[in-house]
């Protein structure tokens, strides 16, 4: 059926009259002119992105699907997360494991109570669900007789929810797996273990994951999770961090080579957002890299987006640690870039160079295409470029067509934000990696940010941002100055080559930072507004920028608007994005200059809310949501009449 363009908007703005009262439509209107002849610089497949960082329990207790806390008993107290019971020890001669050396020791001589132990699961408890199957598994050695275990998940009411039993023999440490399928669901439930009859065993890397990850792997992802990850559509992937790539101390730093390997050897290290912030410690927050480098890799690879690893420079955390010996002295940097170095073999060389045989040993043969890495998270101050000049010379002298990015620090501005600025172009980095964490006005008066950037100077990459509402919570207002500013990414996208939001994930019971992209609790998981701006554009990307002016200059905040037009080779379509961030409707004309005038097919998208405050949270995750209609467009004029407090998207079939 064929829409009369005029007659969508009068029906669209008959509808928001209903749904919000009466609404004052400005009389104005706006004329855009689009040149749809002159293509456009090229807009990068890895333009919108995410950035995954192990923070607000993130990876453990969150993406990584493991639901055992503290599996190898190497928290700094070795029980953290375990509930022991009867006579239960924790010993380290002899281990399994040489990096994880800690292990329990449970005897049956308490014939009342019985012996073992509970594991209470991340944040509140395990995330249980009524007919999934759970894969249980752990390693033993028995000291004399074989012994039989009791394998239980029980609820938060101390019902018995899944029930088996497995046998152990044998004084050698062997590796032995059950599965249990539960009957009903509970988001705070356990895993008991009891020893059934007399005997003595040993147990270590106790593990409990859902047979269901994400693309069925093996030491996977969380299904909703990961899908919710795939659903953006995203060209980029920066990983593992942000501040956790430092440590507070060089020795808690990030250290990609004890992340890779078999999972029960990579050794436990703390997480630095386990004590940063006074009103938000979680003692019990340590990184079991069960989700390490080959896994992000991975997982790059099962949502389509090109890896972004960032490794460390030298340089412990700058906010936390003020000791100059927690830094590494440039003339000792040669390790720390052996890494960088070792790093790309392990994503890019043949199964037959030392690193990738180790890829290929995982397996995955192929190399993983690496094409980015980054040297340094926020790092200021001239002890930055310092060390990044050796990195460069020594990652451009092997490996030539790596793109390296270095950092002009936290802030978007100011004396530090200068200095890295120009250390950057004297260094000559491939991209600068620029953080804004800022409130609503911030965004909105940015967004003609990069219209003046030297376009000789290194590309930007947004590594993070997001607007911080008064509020501190994912609400309407934030997302739609994120909306606005974004057209300024894509009307510079000769200058900024890629963006990332961040912070990505939040547990709703144990997190430490917000707003965040999704949040979750440890069965459900919800969409924030601003995630669907980040997927309305990582969905509509776009090939190449079409110049978009008004009054001969962009439309970057007059009267609350804000636009962008990209054109898409591909689909064939172009693609208008605007924002109204007024409280009134108004009326735009995109003239698309140089297209004939026909009937054109199209659709529209709108994100709003009367409500600046609304937020999608897990027991309502569609408060403010995206919905789409179809239009027809004619002549060579899109007219429209834009909500008030609105994101709309067009697109338009060539
Ligand atoms: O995203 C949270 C933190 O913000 C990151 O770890 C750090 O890079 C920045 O300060």
New binding site residues.
Partial sequence: MKHNLKKTCLTASLAFSTLLGFQQVNAQEYNVQVDTKKVGSPIQKTMYGIFF?D?NFGADGGLYAELVKNRSFEFDHNLVGWLPFGNVKVMNSNPCFDKNPNYVQISYDKELTGSGLENEGFAKGMGIKADETYKFSVYARCADAPVKLKVQLVNSHSDILASTEVEFSGKEWKKYSVELKSRSTDAHSKLRLTLVNKGVVDLDHISLFPSKTFKGRENGMREDLAQALADLHPGIFRFP???IVEGTNLATRYQWKNTIGAVENRPTNINRWNYTFGDKKYFDYYQSYGLGFYEYFQLSEDIGAEPLPVLSCGLSCQFENHDPNENCAVDKLQPFIQDALDLIEFANGPSTSKWGKVRTDMGHPAPFNLKFIAIG??QWGPLYPERLEPFLKAIRAKYPNINVIGTAG?SPDGKDFEFGWKEMKRLKSDLVDE?YYKDPQWFLSNAKRYDNYDRKAPKVFAG?YACHPKSKKNDFEGALCESAFMTGFERNADVVKMCTY??LFAHVDAWQ?RPDLIWFDNLKSVKSVNYYVQQLYGMNVGTNVLTTTYNNGPLAGQDGLYASTALDKNKMEIIVKIANTSKEVRKVKFTLNGLKAAERKGTHTILTSDNIDAENTLDKPNTVVPATKEISVSGNALQVELAPQSFNLYTIKL
Avoid: K, L, R, V
């Fill in positions: 960082e923070i961090g942000g501040c998270n926020e936290p953080h993070e961040a912070p930072w």
